[in-house]
Every structure is written in C-alpha cells, then in structure tokens.
C-alpha cells in the first residue's frame, strides 16, 4: 500500500526515501546538481560524510537500460558508477557519487584560452585511450536488448537524426533544397555508415561532460543511450565535439591514441579506419547540429544556441574535403553555411600557422566596440569608468576557491601558470565563468548591433591577485576571441595593461549534454 504513493511524491521526497531505506538513514541534504541537455535531474544526498547521487528520469525504460548496462559494464571491471538501488517505479535510483569535477571542468582552462596544456592533453588522451574497452570489453555477453530505444545503431535511427538536422536546423536556416534530392544522399549516406555490422559497444554520447574524474583518474557516465554500433562514431563524437576547438594536430594525436589501444581489440587497417571515421564525423556534425537547433531554437536553451557557431565551424572545415557520393547534399550544406546568421571567414593570418579552413571567426571586425576589462582589490574600491558611458557589468569573485590562502601561491598572480593550475580542478571557476560569459556575450552582441563603442567588465576580489585577475584575463580572451573586438585589460592592482586586438581565433567550451 505504502507503495502505491511514489509516484505522488515529489523527485526530492521519492529519491530521499529511497536513499533511506537503502542506507537506513534519512539524509542531512539533498542538493540539486547541474543537468544535462535530458529531463533527467540530479542530486547529492548525504548524511554522517557520506553521499551518493540521486537520479530522477522521467523515463522508466531509458533508466531501467541505464541501470543493467551499468551493472554490466562494472562487472567487467569498466570505471562506470555502481547503482545501488532503484525505486519500484523505475522513475528513481541511487548510484555512486564520483565527485564534482568532470573532465569538461578538469580542461577547462585549455578551452577558454584555446591552448591546452600538457597536463590536459595527458588528461583527453588517458580517456579515449579507455574507450577501446567500453566498445571491446563492454560488448562481451551483453544483451543488446536492454539498450533503449533500440538494441542497434540501425537505419531507422540513422534517418530518425538526419531528419532531425532537416527540419530542427536546416528548415528554420531558411534554406531552399529540394526534398527528394535531399532525401536520395540521406539514404545513400544511411546505406555507407552501415556497411559493417560488427558487435561493438556504441556509446553515443562519447564526449567529456560525460567524464567524470574520481581521484584523477577517469569514469564514464550518461551511456543510457548505448547500444551495438560501430566504434567510428564513439570517436567522432569525443574528437570532434563542437566546443573543444582541440587543434588539427592534437586531434591527430587522440586519434592515434584510440587507435593504438584498439588494435590490442580489433585488426583494422589504419587508412580504412580513417576514411570510416570522416564519414562518421561528417555524420554526427550534422546530428549535433541537429540537437543544438532544437535545444536551441525551440527549447530556448542559450547553451545550445551558443554551441552553433563552433558546429558550424566544424562543418565548414569538413566541407573543405567533404566524403564523396552526397554532391547534392555538400551543395546545400555549402550554401547554408555562407547564411549571415553563420557568417565566418578565414583568418589565417593570425591563426599561428594553421590552415584557414581549420579556425575561422564571426565576422564582426567593422564594429567599433571597445570593451575594458579590470580586476581590482575592494579594498581600493571599484575602477571609475574613464569613458563615462557607465555601461556594463562588475563582478564578485570573492565567493570562488582563494590561491591566496596558500604559501606556495602567495608570490603568484592569475596571470601564472601556476594559479591557472589551481583553478583547474575547481569546478566553481568554470561555473562562474560560464554565467559571465553569457552575460558579457548578450550586451557585447547588443551593444555592437547599436554601434556603442564603449563596454566595461571588472572583476574584483580581496587583494586584486588571483581569482580577479584570473577571470579578467579569460574574460578578455573570450571576447576578443569571439567578436574580434577591442578589449583593453588592465590589472589595475598588479600594474599591468594589455590590449588584444584584431579579428582572433573563435574556440571555446560545450558538450552535447551530460551531467553528474
């Protein structure tokens, strides 16, 4: 009878009950944690120093497919979370906390300045490097009909995510094509991408939000959609994710990573393998676009709206060699992506030596804006706004994680490498950092379509060292990078000044989704 009210109560009441009968404690808190592009909600339960993540979805077989290749995989000794316990609706579950930092967090610093370090790149490497054994080992005896929706990566799915490119992205694009020619490269690309059939594991959404990193080392979540498919795609979606902006040549290198460890699984030719998996990465850009034109455009999601640029971005470097059979096809998306609402160019000549098709920029150079970027101490008090327009915004970094509490930091400032390392395992920056993002970006993009020509952002904490100049520094990056505008930075505390000028390099952050 007592059962017959879970599905009347609410997430947090369903999942705290559950957390108490499998425990024998009620929790002390229930905290809601960030989300995925899913329905899903996440919390932390804990109670006495002990806590593990709460799961409400609100469907019971996509949870249910969740949950038995969970057990699966874990019991081949794959680093996925263990589920404890689920509720008798399915709609709930308990599963091991693998901490905060996901490798999206862990890279973070590589992502807003377009250069990632050493330590991140042995980070993205060591994680594709795992991935031959979800494929490999994660198939062997699994059941392929507790995948959900479909056991198999099949035609019907393959058309079910072209068409969703179709009428989610490139209707509303307002690009004219014609349907049944449109229609004819769908299914000769269907009939390519499903030439072999091999009995593989098929993550789906193989990309670093969906890494988490438990004492350094990496654990994989969110593979409810999993199913038998090829391994190209896996790899695709990880190398290729819209965000990343991971260099030509280090794409390279995660490539010649998986490869490596898959050939200890599979024999497969390495020119073979690279023409499958150009297929596939053209493949998944336009699923991706896809999901980012109906999270974005009809769900009003800003995080998804965001990510487009870096898609197209993407699509533009794979049109420069598109795979050939599709001309009909290639001609649409070419006309698509010279559309003023996608307008990039070229800029090599201060793309370091890469080749322009690989790193392009939105096309804002004409505009006259001029953005001041601080970070001061409030000890001194707010910087005064030389231009008197008094437009744009101050911020408090005095809540973030403090370097400044540290000897070995005391000498340092956020300028250093040393403090960028700090803050690199600190999931608080890059969420702090996310939201100014979106709000500098929204009054950049009005005041350059009014033609203003002034903006200030400033940053403040307890001395002007660290977490202040810190964000100043990534702040100024992100715009200059993103609008080719002006940006005047000014360490007013430190006594520096820079200015980055000119049209810069477009990269930055975004996943197709995942959550902790």
Known sequence: MVDDIWPMRSPEASIGRLYAEYTGSSPDNIVPLSGSGSNRK????????????????????????????????????????EVYASGPDGLFYLQEDLGSVSLFDAVSSGRYSGHYSPEEKKLLLETISMLPEIQFKGAEGLDFNVCYPEPAFNRRLVMADLNYFKYCFLKPSGIEFNEAELENDFDRLADALLQEDGNTFMYRDFQARNVMLKDGIPYFIDFQGGRRGPVHYDVASFVWQARAGYPEDFRRDLVDAYFEHMKGFARTGREEFDERLRLFVFFRTLQVLGAYGFRGNFERKPHFLESIPYAISNLRSILDAPPEGYGYLVSVL?????????????????????????RWSIEVASSGLEVSVYSFSYRKGIPADSSGNGGGYVFDCRALPNPGKYEQYRSSTGMDSDVEAFFSDKPQMPDFLDSV????????????????????????????????????????????????????????????????????????????????
């Open 42 to 81: 996440y919390y932390r339960l804990s109670s006495g120093g002990y806590s593990i993540i709460g799961v409400s979805g609100r469907d019971a077989r996509e949870n249910r497919a969740f949950m038995a290749l969970s057990g699966h995989m874990k019991a081949r000794g794959i680093n996925v979370p």
């Open 437 to 516: 993002f979106r709000l500098v970006d929204a009054h950049a993009e009005r005041f350059i379509q009014r033609g203003f020509t002034h903006m200030m952002v400033a940053f403040g904490c307890t001395g002007g060292q660290h977490r202040s100049v810190y964000c100043a520094e990534r702040t100024a990056e992100h715009l200059s990078r993103k609008y080719g505008i002006r940006v005047r930075l000014e360490h007013r505390e430190q006594g520096v000044s820079k200015e980055l000028s000119g049209r810069k390099v477009m990269q930055a952050d975004m996943g197709e989704g995942g959550a902790r």
């Open 334 to 358: 070419g006309e698509m992506v010279l559309l003023p609402q996608f307008s990039l160019r070229p800029i090599a000549e201060v793309s370091s030596g890469a080749p322009s098709s690989e």
